[in-house]
């Protein structure tokens, strides 16, 4: 096999691909589920010679697995993995045999199949939720790869790594703390690479210099153990949306994802918050509630084991999180919880918030009036990451710091597919592509988001859904999925003879 076709490692994901299937291993070991491919950049499409090439990639996954030296790596550096979980991960592998499912239909059906023929790329996941959970990432790396390797190859690799540099200088000396959050939608590995490579050599002129921005880390777990980084992350939108699904209680579904989360891994850790999967709104009314007296919000590492019942105790670690499975699911949840003097909110509990979408200037101004309002007068982090450049941290930054927040910033695709045309300079229009989870438990996962253009899933349950919550639509003039990232205003020069 070519070196190129070897996936480099297990960890070239997210890390909050980790601690969802941590927390996953831990409640719903034996849920079912699938998910489904959207190319919201629809114009932009492999050719044959891509898709053939993306599933040589993916034939190679069964050969993957976790090495000696990453697990150490893991067991040092995130403690709040449970040994439990990273005996369960030293055995893991993907199988794309029995869970994913590639399909590529030509636009053209006229002529000759040729390895430039174009067509519509379908990526079907399905299967225990505890063994699919790893495909997302690298999918969606890959695809990007091979679209960029063979339908568009009017690029060169070349500044990249100077171009991250800059970048870097740019946000460090304003004083901007940022993590690097490219993998998903990165033009290919390499380029990756040379980012982070940048981004190290902006950290230390910053050190030299004493800037107060900080590089804080990078959501690729492979590249932090290669580069000596940080890896960040905390939850995805496909934590609630399972939930949601799994339980059918939409109404109180950010609620128990937050109280399985605090169930896992304790009070204090891993404690961004995601808040858009049903709209702000809606999560700030479970946001203020108080944690329920069942479920052990104390510091430290939790218990990660199937099932894991109140009397179990880890001799690893004694802060056992008590969260009884399953939950009450009915629609009276959260009516009879017990409270007392010394009961905690999730508000006051979680560290901060993370905006994924919609405005995030009226973020700010919305999460500043529910902190007062509640009372909490700690300086609560604020982390940005949709669709940021340069200039947009920086102002969020002063917005965020006005309004009394401490802002960070996870910035993807602006570092990882960031690119000219070798043929005229004009911009090189990245991918926008997802994976989201579609199916939990045999019922339909949907996310509503603070952006129209972001919803995802069954057009009627996206609709049942935003009635029971009273969801209000919402829409941002900067949020045009298809559009955000750049127009393709002319294709690249095609060779005699191709398709395009």
């Given amino acids: 096999m070519a070196s190129e076709d070897r996936v480099p490692s297990l960890l070239d994901t997210d890390l909050y691909k980790l601690t969802m299937q941590s927390a996953i291993l831990k409640y719903f070991s034996d849920v079912e589920v699938a998910y489904e491919f959207t ?34 790596y893991l067991k040092t550096t995130c403690p709040y993995l449970s040994q439990p979980y990273l005996d369960f991960l030293r055995d893991f592998r993907l199988d794309h045999r029995r869970q994913l499912k590639l399909e590529w239909s030509p636009i053209n059906e ?26 997302e990432i690298p999918l969606l790396s890959l695809t990007s790869e091979a679209y960029f390797k063979f339908s ?14 800059g970048k870097g200088i740019s946000l460090l000396s304003q004083g901007a703390s940022f993590s690097e959050f490219g993998t998903r939608r990165r033009r290919d ?59 059918g209680n939409y109404k109180n579904a950010n609620e128990m994802a937050l109280r399985y989360w605090i169930g896992t891994f304790g009070e204090g850790v891993l404690d961004i918050a995601l808040t858009d999967t049903f709209g702000t709104d809606v999560f700030l009314r479970d946001f203020k509630k108080a944690i329920p007296a ?16 109140s009397s179990l105790i880890s001799n690893a670690n004694a802060s056992l999180a008590r969260t009884e499975l399953p939950l009450d699911a009915s629609e009276q949840y959260g009516s009879g919880i017990k409270e007392t003097a010394q009961s905690k909110t999730y508000a006051q509990v979680f560290g901060g918030l993370r905006q994924d979408s919609g405005d995030p200037s009226a973020f700010i101004t919305e999460v500043r009036k529910f902190y007062d309002s509640q009372g909490i007068q700690d300086r609560k982090a604020i982390v940005f990451s949709d669709s940021l450049n340069v200039e947009r941290c ?27 045309r070798k043929s005229d300079g004009k911009k090189s229009v990245p991918m926008n592509i997802v994976i989201k989870l579609s199916m939990a438990n045999g019922h339909n996962a949907i996310k509503i988001s603070d952006n129209v253009g972001k919803n995802t899933g ?35 020069p095609a060779k005699p003879g191709t398709a395009t």
């Fill in 152 to 165: 568009d190859k009017d690029w060169s690799h070349d500044g990249q790594k100077g171009r991250a540099q």
């Fill in 394 to 420: 920086l102002r969020y930054k002063k917005e965020a710091e006005e309004a009394g927040f401490k802002p960070s910033f996870g910035v993807g695709t602006f570092l990882t597919n960031d690119f000219t």
């Fill in 458 to 492: 069954d057009h009627d349950t996206v609709e049942a859904v935003k009635r029971t919550l009273g969801y209000e639509e919402k829409s941002w003039a900067e949020g045009d999925e298809k559009t955000r990232w750049g127009v393709r205003d002319d294709k690249p």
């Fill in 39 to 72: 190319n919201r950049t629809p114009d932009l499409r492999l050719n044959r010679a891509g898709f053939n090439w993306l599933q040589r990639r993916v034939s190679n996954f069964s050969e993957v697995s976790i090495t000696s030296a990453e697990l150490a």
């Fill in 189 to 247: 590995y390499v380029t990756q690479d040379l980012v982070l490579q940048g981004l190290r050599e902006a950290k230390d002129e910053a050190a030299k210099k004493g800037w107060e921005g900080k590089l804080t880390g990078t959501s690729n777990v492979h590249f932090a153990m290669k580069y000596g980084i940080t890896p960040v992350g905390t939850m995805a939108h496909e934590w609630f949306m399972a939930v949601a699904a799994i339980t």
């Fill in 294 to 309: 069942s479920t052990s919000a104390v510091p430290g590492r939790a218990v990660t084991l199937p099932s894991t019942g």
């Fill in 110 to 135: 006229g002529g000759s199949p040729n390895e430039h023929q174009l067509g519509d790329l379908r990526i079907h996941i399905q299967g225990r939720w505890l063994d699919t959970i790893l495909w």
